[in-house]
T-cell receptor, first 110, second 111 residues
Framework: NAGVTQTPKFQVLKTGQSMTLQCAQD?????MYWYRQDPGMGLRLIYY???????DKGEVPNGYNVSRLNKREFSLRLESAAPSQTSVYFC?????????FGQGTRLTVV | KNEVEQSPQNLTAQEGEFITINCSYS?????LHWLQQHPGGGIVSLFM???GKKKHGRLIATINIQEKHSSLHITASHPRDSAVYIC?????????????FGKGTKLSVKP
């Protein structure tokens, strides 16, 4: 049972490049989330999806788009990366109880 | 928006010591989460509690809903307990996954 799987684990982008962070869960959870973690800030919610086919903005959505492809997968896209998007990104899923987190993606935008 | 405050920010202890980490929040909640983040970066859920106390091994979490306060205790601390401990409460829409996080308490346990 893999839980929540994120790819890639590390990525370096140049300013203006685009990329998609992938997330998949095998726990049949309805709800999935994308967070970013910055030093001194704690984790902050970027986007979430309460169920397949729905997505909603969180606290810091600017510069990101998401797709809930199916119940298992929830991707995060940076259309034009900026240095301010340098961060560690976590995907999570939950179903009424505790949240389960992926291992994180460390993204650096230069 | 709920505000989550943790204390202390950093904590150094000797192996075997009893440790307490505190969390307070500003708006009433249905449940509170304690999470652990190891130096490698992965985040693991330790507890989700809505009242009273929960215990798992050497970890004990308590919550006082009226005072909007929770504590995480570690008994007989060990170097492998060194990690960042994060308190979180439901935020957007009240879902248990839409969380608002504290900034974390970095614990270092020395042998």
């Amino acid at each position: 049972n893999a839980g929540v799987t994120q790819t890639p684990k590390f990525q370096v982008l140049k300013t203006g490049q685009s990329m998609t962070l992938q997330c998949a869960q095998d726990m049949n959870h309805n709800s999935m989330y994308w967070y970013r973690q910055d030093p001194g800030m704690g984790l902050r919610l970027i986007y979430y999806s309460a169920s397949e086919g729905t997505t909603d903005k969180g606290e810091v959505p600017n510069g990101y788009n998401v797709s809930r492809l199916n119940k298992r997968e929830f991707s995060l896209r940076l259309e034009s990366a900026a240095p301010s998007q340098t961060s560690v990104y976590f995907c999570a899923s939950s179903e009424h109880t505790e949240a389960f987190f992926g291992q994180g993606t460390r993204l650096t935008v230069v | 928006k709920n505000e989550v405050e943790q204390s202390p920010q950093n904590l150094t202890a000797q192996e075997g010591e009893f440790i307490t980490i505190n969390c307070s929040y500003s708006v009433g909640i249905s449940a509170l989460h304690w999470l652990q983040q190891h130096p490698g970066g992965g985040i693991v859920s330790l507890f989700m509690l809505s009242s009273g106390k929960k215990k798992h091994g050497r970890l004990i979490a308590t919550i006082n809903i009226q005072e909007k306060h929770s504590s995480l205790h570690i008994t007989a601390s060990h170097p492998r307990d060194s990690a960042v401990y994060i308190c979180a409460v439901p935020g957007y829409g009240g879902s248990q996954g839409n969380l608002i996080f504290g900034k974390g308490t970095k614990l270092s346990v020395k042998p």
